[in-house]
């Protein structure tokens, strides 16, 4: 099965064919793609910046008409606010006089002083006319008496319908009834769109005539402009009928699903996209944008959801101090409110600024709107870096300063160049890179942020309480390119918010310059409500409102780019073919190259077969100077490292078999029927420096020793080994002292071993008239005694210092001599560390419990089972391999001595 899975399975040559074919395939269909994408980007950049300077030709009309039809209902509305005001202002006192036999009713007016201020219906008028002035007819002219009448009418009938107000017939007051909210809105803006389409028809002509002059191709773009409720109000394809794309209905189903898509794609703030969304088809594309009719406030209002939504912590925080100090302007308003209403009534000689509880209510009012400025100069991110880039200029302006002063100097003195003159060229190289970094900064996006978080709710009050002549649709831009114009612009809203706070007067605006083509339309008190409007309203829901009040309509921009369709497809079927072709090249040459890779590598594998199969004879010829050659001469290497190791491992099974040879395999003939043993070993090496032995002392006793070399190894194996040469040496001369014995032992080791080299040792002497062990324990483990008759496992005494730790003076005082007796079935048991030190993949231990465990459970079988059975405990508990030919897997050596008394 394995032979026929080889030879269908590919090789590295057809693995590596295999690679680059996929790897070609991926990369031009990944490449295609990026070409389409970037075509059709290129592409849509083209469409962009061709169409785009001509939108104007239809915005700027629409947005003017806009301009117009709102500046007219903005008057009407005024002027019905002035006479409701004038009737307002009158107070009537009636008396009645009788004369024989009549009654005479008289009647007076009184007019108040402060509380009685509104405009002059004159004023109104007045820039009526100037707005009327803008009307023209077909032919660029001033409409005539009868159309601008007709025209004229038109505001007067929707201010009616849009508010209630008192007018005066007959010398007769009588009220003008208000319709339903639902009904109002609708005739509301029915008049409102007649009124609009009365005006664009004037300019309609002019538009079109432009765009026959504008030299933008007609056959392939279609502009429409459409009002905020989706109707279409100019549309190019009037000039231009004969082309695919003038043809199509707007009015279908597709389209219209398309604008209510984009009418209704608002973010999760409530802002609509900005960015033109497109809707592509097979012949052409459609291009939908809102279109708002003041760029300043929409602008300003788009950069307060930018900071918003940046997740800036600076911003972040400022949010929160700007809600807490909009909680507390909201109290002191709820506290202003009623005040005003009762100087309504009251109507003192003295305006409100007078008022003691309205003066301190608004110096509370501007301590909250100066903590609201702190907040914000604290948390502006803006600010920070131009504080330090102008902190840097003054600086660099004060050391030029010096630098100048003493090139002077030096120029007098030397007339040559100097030093200093390098300097200041270096000084003012970098004033001049700061200035343009502060230049850069003043119009950047971070900058028109700050600008749109601090002047939002003065400008929108201001542009709220004035009516323009004209819309200003570059004045956004001017703000940012010129300091002055800033300067001016940020001056003027300071200035009419304070004179609304001020309330010394309610129509002329103390301490501000006259503002051009603009007109005032609302009192002080007016604009007082609405900036309390502003100021209790977060920006975020300010902002919002703004840019819905503000969208007049969409733009949606048709294109025709069938052939450049066809075009794109050519180039993709193009591209395919080329690349393809260069792949199935590329395929086939990689083919015959790697054939000579190939090759190279097989000899290789032939040589590694036979070093695997056990010659380690073969030399690998050299396969170049690139990663096959190096791997040759690894592998070279190797071969001679598995030469010397198979030597090394030979030399090691000797030495193990050596070792083994010096333990015992046998009780002594003095303890036979006396005693049973088990013994176990396992070095970690093949030799180590574990050690155990059982030797017979004279007629009645014998020696068990088990000790541990510190270390592994073939140098603990030679000091184990000259250890025991010496235990037996003194043994036989009949020493049964274990302590003595081990004393002799330290005298002749100390001083042959390298520092930091020690054996732990347990020495006992058995005596079987006694059945009594005394031993000494030299840094050994504690040992284990089961006593047949309780079942029960005691823990015997151990101690001292290792043998040749330290000298024989200092290592005599730690030996302590132990005695016990063994009864009858009573099983000892000592072991070296490798046991109880023992660990699983967890670096866990085997540890004295489990053997303490071990013993107890079985203890009552012989001892020769029982070591066996503990080293497979041990075994299963590590993982790792115990019985196997050769070294352990285990961390350490391993010796286990069992002797069980028989009778």
Request: proline share 3%; hydrophobic share 35%; aromatic share 10%.
């Amino acid at each position: 099965m394995n032979k026929i899975f080889s030879s269908v399975y590919p090789g590295i040559r057809g693995k590596l064919s295999i690679f680059v074919g996929v790897f070609l395939v991926t990369l031009v269909s990944v490449t295609t793609s990026v070409f389409i994408k970037r075509q059709g980007t290129l592409l849509q950049d083209s469409f962009e910046k061709e169409v785009s300077p001509f939108l104007s030709i239809v915005n700027s009309p629409i947005l003017e008409n806009y301009h117009l039809a709102e500046s007219l209902l903005k008057i009407d509305a005024w002027k019905a606010r002035i006479k409701k005001k004038k009737k307002e202002s009158l107070s009537f006192a009636t008396k009645e006089e009788g004369v024989l036999f009549k009654t005479k009713k008289t009647v007076t007016i009184r007019s108040n002083k402060y509380y009685t201020q509104y405009f002059d219906e004159m004023e109104a008028d007045d820039f009526e006319s100037r707005i009327k002035q803008q009307l023209v007819d077909d032919n660029g002219k001033p409409l005539d008496e009868n159309e601008l009448k007709k025209i004229k009418t038109l505001p007067k009938k929707t201010v009616i319908k849009e508010e209630g107000f008192w007018i005066f017939k007959n010398k007769k007051v009588e009220h003008q009834t208000v319709d339903t909210r639902e009904s109002r809105a609708a005739v509301k803006q029915k008049e409102k769109n007649y009124l609009r389409k009365k005006i664009e028809s004037t300019l309609k002509d002019e538009t079109k005539q432009q765009f026959s002059i504008s030299g933008l191709n007609l056959k392939k773009y279609r502009i429409q402009s459409l009002d905020a409720q989706g109707k279409i109000r100019f549309d190019t394809s009037g000039i231009e009928t004969k082309s695919e794309i003038n043809k199509l209905n707007t009015e279908k189903e597709e389209f219209r699903s398309e604008l209510d898509l984009f009418l209704t794609s608002n973010d999760n703030t409530g802002l609509k996209e900005l960015e033109p969304k497109r809707f592509d088809h097979d012949t052409h594309q459609a291009n939908i944008r809102p279109l708002f009719k003041d760029p300043s406030i929409t602008e300003r209002s788009i950069g307060v959801y930018k900071a918003y939504h940046s997740q800036q912590e600076e911003w972040k925080r400022y949010w929160e101090e700007d809600d807490a100090i909009i909680e507390k302007i909201q109290s002191i308003v709820n506290k202003l409110k009623p005040r005003y209403e009762a100087l309504k009534k009251e109507k003192p000689d003295s305006p409100p600024s007078q008022d003691p509880e309205v003066k301190k209510l608004y110096k509370e009012y501007r301590g909250l709107l100066s903590e609201q400025n702190k907040a914000f100069q604290k948390y502006n991110p803006w600010l920070k870096e131009i504080s330090l880039l102008r902190s840097e200029k003054d600086r660099l302006q004060e050391i030029l300063i010096k630098q100048k002063k003493l090139l002077k100097k030096a120029e007098k003195s030397s007339g040559q160049e100097t030093p200093e003159e390098n300097e200041a060229e270096l000084t003012e190289s970098r004033l001049a890179e700061i200035q343009n970094k502060l230049l850069e900064s003043s119009s950047s996006e971070d900058a028109k942020i700050s600008d749109s978080i601090d002047n939002l709710r003065d400008a929108y009050l201001f542009s709220y309480s004035f009516l323009g002549y004209r819309n200003d649709f570059f004045s956004y831009n001017e703000f940012f390119r010129s300091d002055i114009f800033r300067a001016n612009e940020t001056q003027k809203w300071k200035q009419f918010r304070d004179w609304v706070i001020s309330g010394t007067n309610e129509t002329m605006p103390q301490g501000m310059k006259p503002v051009n083509n603009m007109v005032l339309i609302y009192s002080r008190r007016e604009a007082e409500e609405k900036m309390w409007e502003n100021d209790t309203s977060s920006l975020l829901k300010l902002s919002d409102k703004i840019l819905k009040e503000n969208t007049v309509g969409y733009t949606r921009v048709l294109i025709d780019y069938s052939d450049y369709r066809n075009k794109l497809q050519l180039e993709k079927s193009s591209l395919i073919d080329i690349s393809f072709s260069i792949g199935i090249r590329m395929l086939f040459l990689m083919f015959l190259l790697s054939g000579v890779l190939v090759s190279r590598i097989q000899r290789i594998i032939e040589g590694a077969k036979s070093v695997g199969s056990g010659n380690l004879h073969v030399k690998f010829e050299k396969a170049g100077s690139d990663e096959l050659g190096t791997l040759t001469d690894a592998l070279n290497t190797m071969v001679v490292g598995l030469k010397e190791r198979e030597e090394m491992q030979g030399e090691l099974l000797v030495a193990e078999e050596i070792q083994k040879r010096l333990m015992p395999e046998e009780l002594p003939n003095n303890m036979e029927g006396f005693l049973t043993f088990g013994t176990f070993y396992k070095a970690m090496s093949g030799v180590g420096g574990d050690y155990y032995d059982i030797i017979g002392v004279g007629k009645d006793e014998i020696a068990i020793c088990v000790a541990d070399v510190s270390n592994h190894g073939v140098g603990p194996a030679i000091i184990m080994a000259t250890m025991r040469s010496l235990l037996h040496s003194l043994v036989r001369k009949g020493n049964n002292n274990p302590a003595k014995i081990l004393e002799e032992l330290n005298d002749q080791i100390f001083d042959d071993t390298p520092p930091g080299i020690f054996i732990t040792v347990f020495l006992g002497i058995y005596n079987k008239s006694t059945n009594e062990l005394r031993y000494v324990s030299a840094g050994h483990n504690l040992p284990y005694v089961y006593r047949h008759k309780t079942q029960t496992v005691e823990v015997l005494a151990a101690g001292g210092m290792p043998v040749a730790a330290v000298e024989s003076e200092l290592f005599v005082t730690t030996l302590d001599t132990v005695k016990i007796t063994l009864q009858p079935g009573d099983l000892f048991f000592q072991y070296t560390d490798g046991l109880n030190e023992a660990m699983d993949g967890n670096q866990q231990l085997f540890g004295n419990a489990r053997i303490e465990e071990f013993m107890e459970k079985t203890g009552i079988k012989k001892p020769s089972v029982l070591v066996t059975d503990l080293a497979r405990q041990v075994e299963e508990f590590t993982g790792k391999q115990i019985f196997i030919d050769g070294p352990s897997k285990l961390n350490d050596d391993i010796a286990m001595v069992m002797v069980r008394r028989v009778k």
